[in-house]
């Protein structure tokens, strides 16, 4: 019931933002603007966005061999787009990570380990668009010297700040060692054990400074790619903006998408699209076209996702039977 009721909610947000940013547009210039795009700009744009999916697989291999797995980049690849389809497709719960870590266990069996390497991969992608938000809050806040932004500048390094700190306690010994005494309790000793391999799986990257090394680079790679993944769609639409800007605002509004308020950010995305190319001249019909085009992006790459999923429940029974 309560999972209904959030999926409930989130749909709601949803549709009452794209409304309301619907009766602010002009539709029929927006819909002949959406016409008139440019195709071959749009399939380098999905090209670019498919990139950034096989990165992120490549990054997580690199978290996934700290813990001493041997696992094809390939299967990592399947593993992600199933967690895309589920995560973007879906109006369910059933979130893209956790499709990811179930995955991972089937393939090592050991289910704490891969839990914690889809953790610290979100976590250190995370850091990457968080800490590109802090320095483009910066720049914006300097650049367009607008008033609104202060307010977004100060609410953006809070957080990061905050989530830093929070992700830092999780490899701390000291903290664990406290914690220690708590699965001394009767009540919580039957999952002693399950705590302690959580654990000592988080604390395998401790030291693991070349594998978070290279995911947090790939991670800052991801955010320059999708960053000329919005770039090309509002080429494609006609809008003439400086790159700059674009490297501005693509982890401002990941950062905003941070609030888990709508059915997977379609909504709030579309609502700071507009607000902050608005701030550099781009009237709302042509940002929100913008936006919309960039989610019709996200869901048409995780696509390959549900196919692979089908494929493996049809071969699911043939392999037991033989």
Known sequence: ????????????????????????????????????????????????????????AYKWQALVRAQNFSVPLGNLLTYSLVGLFFGNLLPSNVGGDVVRAYDLMRATGAREAAAISVLVDRLMGLVAFLGAAVVMAALAAV??????????????????????????????????????????????????????RVYLALQVYRHSYRALALNLALSASIVIVTTFVWYCVARALGINVSLFYFLLFNPLIAFVLLIPISFNGLGPKEATAVFFFGLVGVPNEPALAMSLIFHLIIVLTSLPGGVLWWRERALAPAAESG
């Open 1 to 56: 019931m309560k999972k209904t009721f959030l999926t409930l909610f989130k749909l709601t947000i949803t549709v009452i933002i794209i409304a309301f940013l619907f009766a602010r547009v002009d539709l029929a210039q927006m819909g002949a603007q959406l016409s008139r795009a440019n195709g071959l700009l749009l399939l380098v744009a999905v090209a670019l966005y498919f990139s950034a999916i096989i990165l992120g």
């Open 143 to 196: 650049t367009l010297t607008r008033g609104e932004l202060e307010q977004i500048e100060i609410a953006t390094v809070v957080a990061a700040t905050v989530f830093i700190f929070a992700a830092a306690l999780l490899f701390s010994r000291r903290l664990g060692q406290r914690l220690k005494a708590i699965f001394e309790w009767s009540l919580l000793a039957p999952i002693r054990p399950m705590a302690k």
